[in-house]
Every structure is written in structure tokens, then in C-alpha cells.
């Protein structure tokens, strides 16, 4: 595999202009070929997610063709590991020029600094703006249930998902990555400057799937949460076009 060098990663970024601009919709799929399918059949979509299933089939040309097309990029790789392996991490990611990144609020203090540290010093050596870094709380497939039964953690779940927050506040990251339902307790705690970003958001009209903590799009915008992440209602839609088009319908009236 042949990854582009860094310097064709370096063009800037559309700028935000609505709600729609803010909705980040997965490239969750296995190869370069289908990710390139669907940047095709959704030209209009300005912000991407790029996650461990597609990075580790592409590597760094899937946001070489990414940053080609003026996109937006978040590399959602949710890094878990001791400080040092985290720091090496994000400090290589820190060199791509991507718009968020994320790591795991349980890996404690120590590494949240490590990768505020590292992910600088990497986006400074390779001349770019270094990435918004976000703590993953809890994963939205996890319900109350499961951290009580099978994580033994012996806290409410908005009170869990409130404490890795706030961890990743006063560790210095940029945000957290929360359920639509947690989003405005966090918002009104952690303040306006802290970026909320929810996945497992579903319109109205769509399945649930696995997601067990959701809102609609207007109803986590109106909590408070700065970007969306929507992904199998336009995705795995039968005409993801008139889906996105759908979802973007619906916020411009709120």
C-alpha cells in the first residue's frame, strides 16, 4: 500500500455554514473502492468519518482522496492504550491535517495529557492545524444495564458519561463524543466552548438498529450538540440521496 505524503493533505477545509454542514455522516465500509462509491453518491455531504474498519483496509490514502475533494474529516479511531503507545499514536495522527479525533476518556489523565502533548508536536512538525480532540464517554451501544452487569462500574449512566467528560475538560481536550441524551446535561456543566459530538442519532423515520440512547436530529441539535454522526438511515437507506435530502428538510425548518 502506498500512503500519500503528507504535504497533499494540507488543503484547507470548507467552512461551515448550516446545520447540515455539521452532520457527519460514516464511511463504514471495508474498502477504498466502496468509500470512493459513496463520496460519490453523496457529493453534497461536506463532513466524513473515517473509522477503524476502513482505516485499517486504506491507511492514509482514503483521506489523501478525502482532502482532495474539500471534505471534512473525522478520524474516529478511539485510541485505548498506555500513555506512550496513545502519544506515538496521536502524534502520527496529529500529522494528517483531519478535523476531529478521538480517544478513550478511560484511559485515564495520564494519557489524555500524553495526547494533547503528542498530537501538537505532530500537527507543528508536519505544518498543519492540529485536530480537535474528543474523549469517548460511552459507547452509545451500552445502556445502563451493561455498566451496571457487565462493566461493574456502580454509577448512573449520565453520571458516568458527566465524570469522563469532565475528566477530558480538565485533561485539556477539545470535547467528548456523548448520547444525544446526555448531551445537554454536558453542554450546561461543560460549557459552550466544549465540542459535544453525538452518534447514534435517528430520525424519526428511520430503525434504531443498535443504537439504545437516541434523539432526532432536530432534538440533539436543540440540546446542544455541536456536530451529528448519521450513518445506516442515509447509508444503508434505499436511496440515501433522498434520505440526506430528507434529513436536510427537516432542519432547515428548525
Not at 478535523?99 to 501538537?120: F, K
Request: overall charge negative.
Amino acid at each position: 500500500m502506498t500512503f500519500p505524503p503528507l504535504s497533499s493533505l494540507l488543503s484547507p477545509p470548507p467552512k461551515m455554514t448550516s446545520k447540515t454542514d455539521r452532520i457527519i455522516v460514516p464511511l463504514d465500509v471495508p474498502t477504498q473502492e466502496e468509500a470512493i462509491a459513496k463520496l460519490d453518491q453523496l457529493p453534497q455531504v461536506t463532513f466524513w468519518k473515517v473509522g477503524l474498519e476502513l482505516f485499517v483496509s486504506s491507511g492514509a490514502e482514503i483521506l489523501h482522496i478525502l482532502k482532495q475533494r474539500e471534505k471534512r474529516i473525522f478520524l474516529d479511531l478511539k485510541f485505548h492504550d498506555i500513555p506512550n503507545t496513545v502519544a506515538g499514536a496521536c502524534r502520527a495522527a496529529g500529522r494528517y491535517g483531519v478535523d476531529l479525533l478521538t480517544i478513550h476518556a478511560t484511559g485515564g489523565r495520564i494519557a489524555l495529557n500524553a495526547a494533547m502533548t503528542a498530537v501538537n508536536e505532530g500537527a507543528s512538525q508536519a505544518g498543519v492545524s492540529p485536530p480537535k480532540v474528543i474523549a469517548i464517554t460511552l459507547l452509545t451501544s451500552l445502556t445502563s444495564r451493561d455498566l451496571a452487569m457487565d462493566l461493574k462500574i456502580p454509577l448512573e449512566l449520565p453520571e458516568y458519561a458527566l465524570q469522563m467528560a469532565l475528566l477530558a475538560k480538565e485533561s485539556g481536550l477539545d470535547g467528548a463524543v456523548c448520547s444525544p441524551q446526555e448531551v445537554g446535561q454536558l453542554r450546561d456543566i461543560c460549557g459552550d466552548e466544549f465540542l459535544l459530538v453525538c452518534p447514534g442519532v435517528r430520525p424519526s423515520w428511520a430503525e434504531a438498529g443498535d443504537q439504545k440512547r437516541s434523539l432526532t436530529p432536530a432534538e440533539a441539535f436543540k440540546a446542544g450538540a455541536d456536530y451529528l454522526v448519521i450513518g445506516r438511515p442515509i447509508t444503508a437507506a434505499a436511496d440515501p440521496v433522498a434520505a440526506w435530502e430528507k434529513i436536510c428538510d427537516e432542519l432547515a425548518v428548525v
